[in-house]
Antibody, heavy 119, light 113 residues
Framework: QITLKESGPTLVKPTQTLTLTCTFSGFSLSTSGVAVGWIRQPPGKALEWLALIYWDDDKRYSPSLKSRLTITKDTSKNQVVLTMTNMDPVDTATYFC???????????WGRGTLVTVSS | DIVMTQSPDSLAVSLGERATINCKSSQSVLLTSNNKNYVVWYQQKPGQPPKLLIY???TRESGVPDRFNGSGSGTDFTLTISSLQAEDVAVYYCQQYFNTPYTFGQGTKLEVK
């Protein structure tokens, strides 16, 4: 049974750095082909892919946010961490982490965590 | 980036009737070496994460009712719900995973007429 859960602050101030943790179970991020991604969704809006980290530590980022994002993994803790610098109110969104099946797309998602950016 | 454009933005269908949602990619997402289209369809209900319905454009995820069908190839894709049930009210998204950045359509809101 694959599960993922996002954790982190619910409120951050503009210019601050957001750090979100995805804690998962039911799979290993050292298994060939597996990846974990981050996706966000502003209230009432569409999904936006942010970043992806592969089992071999390869990483991919959204070009529009690449300068602000860092994704890392701790295989021993079954965690993936996303940091986003210089937060702005437009970054207010529900942030999801998701398991990517080998060679495919996201089949299991966390419930998401709402992050509000406000002073 | 590959742009995914869904139509319509919203749709109202009577219970038991067919619902059709379209998705067009700005470039082909068909990998000719394996003849697979790198498109998925998700269903999202309020307050919930997206749920995977269809992958490889036409393969139903395990446990998904067979009234959900995906079709299309290259740049044009369709999600069809053959007989709408009340529990199908949701927003539906297509997404390409042909390359990064992965991109989503803007969503189609499906309601009961």
């Amino acid at each position: 049974q694959i599960t993922l859960k996002e954790s982190g602050p619910t409120l951050v101030k503009p210019t601050q750095t957001l750090t979100l943790t995805c804690t998962f179970s039911g799979f290993s991020l050292s298994t060939s082909g597996v990846a974990v991604g981050w996706i966000r969704q502003p209230p009432g809006k569409a999904l936006e892919w942010l970043a992806l980290i592969y089992w071999d530590d390869d990483k991919r980022y959204s070009p529009s946010l690449k300068s602000r994002l860092t994704i890392t993994k701790d295989t021993s803790k079954n965690q993936v961490v996303l940091t986003m610098t210089n937060m702005d109110p437009v970054d207010t969104a529900t942030y999801f982490c998701a398991h990517r099946r080998g060679g495919q797309s996201f089949d299991y998602w966390g419930r998401g965590t709402l992050v509000t950016v406000s002073s | 980036d590959i742009v995914m454009t869904q139509s319509p933005d919203s749709l109202a269908v009577s219970l038991g009737e067919r619902a059709t949602i379209n998705c067009k990619s700005s470039q082909s997402v068909l990998l000719t070496s394996n003849n697979k289209n790198y498109v998925v369809w998700y269903q999202q209900k309020p307050g919930q994460p997206p749920k995977l319905l269809i992958y490889w454009a036409s393969t139903r995820e395990s446990g998904v009712p067979d009234r959900f069908n995906g079709s299309g190839s290259g740049t044009d894709f369709t999600l069809t719900i053959s007989s709408l049930q009340a529990e199908d009210v949701a927003v539906y998204y297509c997404q390409q995973y042909f390359n990064t950045p992965y991109t989503f359509g803007q969503g189609t809101k499906l309601e009961v007429k």
